[in-house]
């Protein structure tokens, strides 16, 4: 079965650059969830979207931004990226705006240095 | 502040055995939860989940209890294999009040001994 795909799944970067993450949802799912995880922590919710708009948001600093487009596929973009910043990104789909269950993709490892 | 607590950073059973994980919440309007299982450097795999009007939910080896008065809920394990040894996360969700978004616990890692 086809699962959340997530690109890339390594980013190194240096400080104050910009990064984008990519996620695309399983097929038909039409919810998509940020979460990030810090070394030795757990899942953090980032932001979400439901048909191409924004609803929820959680603890995502004014740096970061993220979309969903028509074809359901979203990206998160970081600004001005921090050392604190070094940390595993996963998105999950579900279908939905209230859905019981997320799949989760395999993560983007983003490393500032 | 913590809402979902997984207060066992570790847990080390032998092969057949039962692995019990156990999970606190703190907010009584959380009504849908689950069990994700967390391998390096791969994303958390969905295990079972149970609704708040349930107190137990079963599927195949893995079995999950609620105890909604406690606030409380557990995994449960048996029998135990080795390629279970990974990192175990409980998560919760508001569900129909609420967008979907999980708050995780802190996880426990299970080490499975052949």
């Known amino acids: 079965a086809a699962g959340v795909i997530q690109s890339p799944r390594h980013l190194i970067k240096e400080k104050r650059e910009t990064a984008t993450l990519k996620c695309y949802p399983i097929p038909r799912h039409d919810t998509v969830y940020w979460y990030q995880q810090g070394p030795g922590q757990d899942p953090q919710f980032l932001i979400s979207f439901y048909e191409k708009m924004q609803s929820d948001k959680g603890s995502i600093p004014d740096r970061f931004s993220a979309q969903q487009f028509s074809d359901y596929h979203s990206e998160l973009n970081m600004s001005s990226l921090e050392l604190g910043d070094s940390a595993l990104y996963f998105c999950?789909?579900?279908?939905?705006?209230?859905?019981?269950?997320?799949?989760f993709g395999p993560g983007t490892r983003l490393t500032v240095l | 502040d913590q809402q979902v607590k997984q207060n066992s950073p570790s847990l080390s059973v032998q092969e057949g055995r039962i692995s019990i994980l156990n999970c606190d919440y703190t907010?009584?309007?959380?009504?849908?939860f689950l069990w994700y299982k967390k391998y390096p450097a791969e994303g958390p795999t969905f295990l079972i989940s149970i609704s708040s009007i349930k107190d137990k939910n079963e599927d195949g080896r893995f079995t999950v209890f609620l105890n909604k008065s406690a606030k409380h809920l557990s995994l449960h394990i048996v029998p135990s294999q080795p390629g279970d040894s990974a990192v175990y996360f409980c998560a919760a969700s508001l569900g129909s009040s609420n967008t979907g978004k999980l708050i995780f616990g802190q996880g426990t890692t299970l080490q499975v001994k052949p």
């Open positions: 999950a789909s579900s279908r939905g705006q209230v859905a019981d269950t997320q799949y």
């Open positions: 907010n009584s309007m959380f009504d849908y």
